[in-house]
């Protein structure tokens, strides 16, 4: 679960000590947004405020404080020269909360390796805007339990969608398969991937794959804000050797450098 690692962190405009964050003092139907800071510097970060400033306006929340929100964003990256972790916008009706929360990212042995993913029967209720959902994120864990990296959610049609908090690629042939983006949360690092395979000439195919149809694709991938490319070593029992496939490992390569340069 969340919570801040900050020495300060800033609540509705105003800048507050780490002792005062707690992490119930939230109203419902919060909206958020989880940036990364890489090398002091946020990654991506025009593309996550316009996700925002999308959601903001999809639950009528008004964009008054969006400015402001920007401006504390980046004061908090100053504020904690050299803490290279994510921080994690929480907004909601007259609220809003920023901070640096605890954050994981793969080990090179994880992405060398890949990683294990189970299946299961899910479908989020409004998939193209982040709301936090405390229950969900339970249920998740529940099911990852210690054996797995990643669970994921699955369709009332059994197609094999996105991952509980990323989102999930195949690779066939020269292609890439997802889910049609309708359908999905269209994450911001697996956005700026696409771009990236565009520039590769590597196509993306909204078709979707269903669980009964594993065998057909060659390998399959992760994105995400700590991710990056994370190629999927099985899903329940069947495993695949995506970490040595070339499209994946050309992809994680490209995003990479794209990254750092």
Request: aromatic share 10%.
């Amino acid at each position: 679960m969340y919570e801040n690692i900050g020495q300060y962190y800033w609540l509705n405009g105003q800048k507050a000590q780490a002792r005062s964050f707690i992490l119930e003092d939230m109203p419902d139907n919060c909206i958020y947004e989880v940036i990364r800071v890489k090398n002091h510097k946020l990654l991506f970060f025009e593309d996550h405020m316009d996700r925002l400033q999308e959601g903001m306006i999809n639950y009528g929340l008004g964009l008054d404080d969006l400015e402001i929100i920007k401006q504390n964003i980046l004061q908090l990256v100053v504020d904690h020269e050299g803490l290279d972790k994510n921080i994690k916008i929480d907004v909601a009706k007259d609220y809003y909360r920023i901070y640096y929360v605890k954050s994981k990212y793969p080990s090179k042995a994880l992405y060398d390796q890949g990683v294990k993913t189970v299946v299961m029967d899910y479908e989020r209720h409004d998939p193209q805007q982040k709301v936090l959902n405390m229950d969900y994120k339970r249920q998740i864990e529940a099911v990852k339990g210690q054996e797995y990296f990643e669970v994921l959610l699955m369709d009332h049609k059994g197609m094999v969608t996105e991952g509980s908090r990323s989102n999930l690629v195949f690779v066939k042939d020269n292609h890439l398969i997802s889910a049609p983006l309708s359908c999905i949360l269209h994450g911001v690092t697996f956005k700026n991937i696409i771009l990236l395979a565009d520039q590769l000439n590597i196509d993306l195919l909204e078709e979707g794959v269903s669980l009964d149809d594993l065998d057909e694709v060659d390998a399959c991938f992760l994105t995400g804000t700590s991710l990056g490319v994370l190629p999927i070593q099985s899903v329940n029992d069947r495993v695949f050797k995506s970490s040595e496939n070339k499209i994946v490992r050309v992809l994680m390569k490209a995003y990479e450098d794209y990254v750092n340069h």
